[in-house]
């Protein structure tokens, strides 16, 4: 059984954000199928953002993760330009877009480099230290709350701006 942890206020965070490690142990199902485990990821921590969980890239099954099809990319004013990734489960089973990486972060996020983030709305599961994580709202940031972390958050109708 893991400590409980301490909550935290997403309005504590620093903005830039920080980049901490973890040893939360992060669980990733899609149809059922386990597709990444670790107790090796990333928490990138932001003003007014719950979470962002990235995984070290050899967490996930192999063969699960593609470039994604759409070529999509985003930049973000902290870290540098994001690459999109597909997860693929079968021809029938692709989950477009649910994740992204900074292959050439910007110096202060170096540590990113090799992990990938997921959006866990777009799978079906996502546990961290055996907590069900609920997605971030809006489809913009791909945050993960769980109880560790209170809000308010941004990402739903009007917080955009905030």
């Known amino acids: 059984m893991t400590a409980a942890r301490p909550v935290e206020s997403v309005w504590d965070y620093p903005r830039p954000p920080r980049v901490e ?14 597709v990444a485990r670790t ?4 928490r990138v921590l932001e003003t007014s953002h719950p979470p962002t969980y990235y ?3 050899d967490a996930f099954t192999p063969g699960v993760l593609r470039p994604a099809a759409s070529g999509r990319t985003t930049t973000c004013e902290f870290k540098g330009v994001a690459a999109y990734h ?3 489960l079968s021809a029938e089973l692709v989950v477009r877009d649910a994740g992204w990486s900074y292959p050439s972060p ?9 992990t990938v983030a997921l959006y866990p709305g777009r799978v079906d599961r996502v546990t ?5 994580v609920t997605a971030q709202a809006g489809d913009f ?16 109708p009007g917080t955009r701006g905030w």
């Open 86 to 88: 597909d997860l693929v």
């Open 128 to 132: 961290v230290d055996g907590e069900v």
């Open 55 to 57: 995984l070290p890239s």
């Open 39 to 42: 107790r090796s990821a990333l």
């Open 21 to 34: 490690r973890t040893d939360e142990l992060v669980v990733v199902e899609l149809a059922g199928v386990e």
């Open 106 to 114: 910007r110096p202060d996020f170096e540590a990113l480099r090799g």
């Open 141 to 156: 940031y791909g945050g993960w709350i769980t109880g560790r972390v209170t809000g308010p958050f941004k990402g739903g």
